[in-house]
């Protein structure tokens, strides 16, 4: 007869509470990225949003980010093993929270690119924290399986709720205090009150972290001098080697999915739907009277009266682009709001198949199959029609993708022992999938996209798409085959 699962207290409810609203800010604080780069770069550097450096910085930003959220991710995953779940929990949510209101401050580039970067470095940590934290306050299998899966599923929410609050912002900019906030050209831009949102989290945590308790089982084997010393290489040994490598490729693969191929189809692929080709081709006349004016800008022997007339010129030009990238970026908020919901959707089936106690190996299949079909359809055969049929394949492409992330939150912390749950946890996540996986975007828009097109200059989203195609496909492929070696949990320590 099965014993039955322990009744729900408030702490209980507290824990849920303080996952569910780290695991949504996880995805809004990283999700405001392709909201607020360009415009925050265009500003910083002082050039137009159109000239090409800041499409350069922007591909430099997510590679540096991601590379410093990777290895500090890492670190952390270890610190989680050493110092306790709850306490380096509470330590990265405060970190992602008051670095993007940092940012919000900076007056150069260096310092915006840093506050991004700790911005990374907090959501890499706390999301490895949070799924160990969860795995162990639990006492009960089932609640446990089932709670992992429901407070993951908040992430999606992040994406869609980034997006409504940047809405909100630009349609209510000119009403929003100042609050000591710098100027730019045009004024105070809307990215840094985007940025500033960024803290919320840390008001409703701070005051509920003193109400819930660490893990219970690691501070007990803590206390007792029976806990194991968390070590990297332990993650190789012959017990954990397999393990190891298979969720660190998966991971990769995941990774590579969302950055090689949806996270580009916002901003780069959205402007080559064939509903913008008349935006398309205004935007392009438009930019290449910026870069004629800027050319006569830089011929010597201009007088001040000359000079004037060319920025005053540079100003009319780009007033006349502000309406041709607002209905652009009507269309990217419509593109990127399916995939969030398609998300949201994968993250919510997940959480029921566990309920129901599909086998691991065999759960991880119901969203790799799809997506090897899906994918490819979707950029080599959706984008070209556009319109509708386009942004429901992209939101199947966001269920079957993210999912998988979901997936592995729950799946990782069964697969390791106590002393290295946060560890492994960190190794397969950060390694596979922040440092190796997120390099699919620069592959796809810094090598493949240029190849495809014959030359960096010549790129254009139908590039783009094609190369996140090939990007999604392959990794969709390597991911089927990888997971067939992927084991099923043993029974769980602790």
């Known amino acids: 007869m099965s014993t039955p699962a322990p ?3 408030l702490t209980h409810w507290l824990i849920i509470l303080i996952a569910s609203i780290g695991f949504l800010f996880d995805t809004y604080e990283l999700l405001m990225t392709p909201l607020v780069a360009a415009p925050a770069i265009a500003e910083l550097l002082k050039v137009l949003p159109s000239d090409p450096s800041v499409t350069e910085w922007v591909g430099k930003l997510l590679w ?3 590379l410093c959220g990777g290895v500090f991710g890492l670190l952390g995953g270890w610190l989680v093993d050493k110092f306790g779940r709850k306490t380096i929990m509470a330590l990265s949510i405060f970190i992602y929270s008051f670095s993007p209101f940092c940012a919000a401050f900076a007056t150069s580039l260096p310092v915006f690119i840093f506050f991004r970067c700790t911005t990374f470095i907090g959501v890499c940590v706390e999301f490895v924290a949070a799924i160990t934290w969860l795995a162990e306050v639990f006492e009960d299998k089932h609640q446990k399986e089932k709670w992992l899966g429901i407070t993951q599923a908040c992430a999606s929410l992040g994406g869609v709720f980034v997006t409504m609050v940047s809405v909100w912002i630009s349609k209510n900019l000119d009403t929003l205090p100042h609050w000591g906030l710098p100027a730019g050209s045009t004024g105070i831009g809307a990215w840094r009150y985007t940025l500033m949102s960024g803290i919320l989290p840390a008001i409703p ?35 954990l080697r397999r393990v190891t490598l298979v969720t660190t490729i998966l991971s990769a693969c995941a990774y590579g999915i969302a950055f090689g191929a949806l996270q580009v189809t916002v901003a780069r692929v959205t402007p080559g739907l064939p509903e913008l080709k008349a935006e398309a081709g205004q935007l392009a006349a438009l930019k290449k009277t910026d870069m004629e004016i800027s050319a006569k800008l830089k011929a010597p022997g201009l007088d001040d009266a000359a000079k004037g007339a060319l920025k005053a010129e540079m100003k009319a030009n780009f007033d006349k682009q502000k309406p041709v990238n607002a209905k652009v970026k009507a269309m990217s908020d419509k593109v990127q709001f399916h995939q969030e919901m398609g998300g949201l959707v994968g993250r919510v089936l997940l959480a029921v198949l566990l309920i129901v106690g599909m086998s691991r190996v065999a759960l991880l299949k119901v969203f790799q199959i799809p997506a090897l079909f899906i994918l490819p359809v979707t950029y080599f055969v959706l984008f070209k029609d556009g319109g509708q049929a386009f942004l429901w394949g992209y939101a199947i492409c966001g269920l079957v993708t993210v999912a998988q992330f979901s997936y592995f939150g729950e799946y990782l912390p069964k697969v390791f022992p106590m002393h290295l749950r946060g560890t492994g946890g960190s190794f397969a996540t950060n390694v596979g999938g922040r440092m190796i996986g997120t390099c699919m975007a620069t592959l796809n828009t810094s090598w493949l996209a240029p190849m495809l097109a014959g030359g960096p200059q010549a790129v254009k989203p139908m590039h783009v798409a094609m190369a996140a195609g090939y990007i999604a496909t392959a ?8 997971g067939f070696m992927l084991p099923e949990p043993k029974a769980e320590e602790g």
């Open 7 to 9: 009744k729900f207290t």
């Open 64 to 66: 540096i980010a991601a």
């Open 205 to 239: 945590i701070a005051l509920m972290l003193p109400f819930v308790p660490e893990s219970k089982v690691w501070k007990d084997k803590k206390i007792a001098g029976t806990l194991k010393r968390p070590s990297f290489g332990a993650l190789f040994s012959s017990e």
């Open 475 to 482: 990794m969709a492929v390597i991911a089927l085959v990888v």
